[in-house]
């Protein structure tokens, strides 16, 4: 399976500045996806990351708010931009092959003061 | 649209017994996977188990299996002789197939293993 590997692992950052999370997969990977996990909840889409064009992004997750590059098959960032305390969160990067399950990074827990 | 249900918040289990955790799902689609996922404290996202909807028998992975009812939309894991380590939140999830990869999970539940 792919090694993935997500940086930074956490943060504590002040309201209205953003972060980048980067993704990294030691192995080209069709399908590169960000997800949120909000304190003690499930998993949610935020988008998925397609190489060499725009992020398809879900219900509620916006372009301007959660910018997303993917330049190779291998690399992917999320920018979680003019944070609030609300963006507080667990963000995941996942990846995976037509049919085959998932593989998530290790995660990044986010602090907004 | 999909939807995966565990209704079930947390349980709790004595170390070494066998404990089942459930989940239902719903959906239209006829080719689909199910999968299991364990989360523990370092938040890292494990896959436990899958299982192809296309297949009548159960998926089994050393002392997890699953008893997957594709009638009644059923896919629960049994875990049996419980370890400390399995302590972690537990999350079913779905995907329809030729979806590339796209995962609607459950809400999860967490599971104590006490010694």
């Known amino acids: 399976s792919a090694v993935i590997s997500q940086k930074p692992s956490r943060d504590i950052c002040q309201r209205g500045t953003s972060l980048t999370i980067q993704c990294q997969v030691d192995?080209?990977?069709?399908?590169m996806f960000w997800y949120r996990q909000q304190p003690g909840q499930s998993l949610t889409l935020i988008a998925t990351a397609n190489q060499g064009s725009e992020a398809t992004y879900e219900s509620g997750f916006v372009i301007d708010k959660f910018p997303i590059s993917r330049p190779n098959l291998t690399f992917s960032t999320l920018t979680v931009s003019n944070m609030s305390p609300e963006d507080s969160s667990i963000y995941l990067c996942?990846?995976?092959?037509?049919?085959?399950?998932?593989?998530f990074g290790n995660g990044t827990r986010l602090t907004v003061t | 649209a999909q939807t995966v249900t565990q209704s079930q918040p947390e349980m709790s289990v004595q170390e070494a017994e066998t404990v089942t955790l459930s989940c239902t799902y719903d959906?239209?689609?006829?080719?689909?996977?199910l999968f299991w996922y364990k989360q523990p404290p370092s938040r890292q996202m494990i896959l436990v188990i899958r299982?192809?909807?296309?297949?009548?028998q159960n998926a089994t992975e050393n002392r997890f299996s699953v008893n997957f009812q594709k009638a009644a939309k059923s896919f629960s894991l049994k875990i049996s002789d419980s370890q400390l380590g399995d302590t972690a939140m537990y999350f079913c999830?779905?995907?329809?197939?030729?979806?590339?990869?796209?995962?609607?999970f459950g809400k999860g539940i967490t599971l104590s293993v006490r010694p």
């Open positions: 959906t239209s689609e006829n080719n689909y996977y």
């Open positions: 299982q192809e909807a296309y297949k009548q």
């Open positions: 996942s990846v995976g092959q037509g049919d085959s399950p998932l593989h």
């Open positions: 999830a779905f995907m329809v197939s030729g979806a590339n990869s796209k995962l609607t």
């Open positions: 192995s080209q990977v069709t399908m």
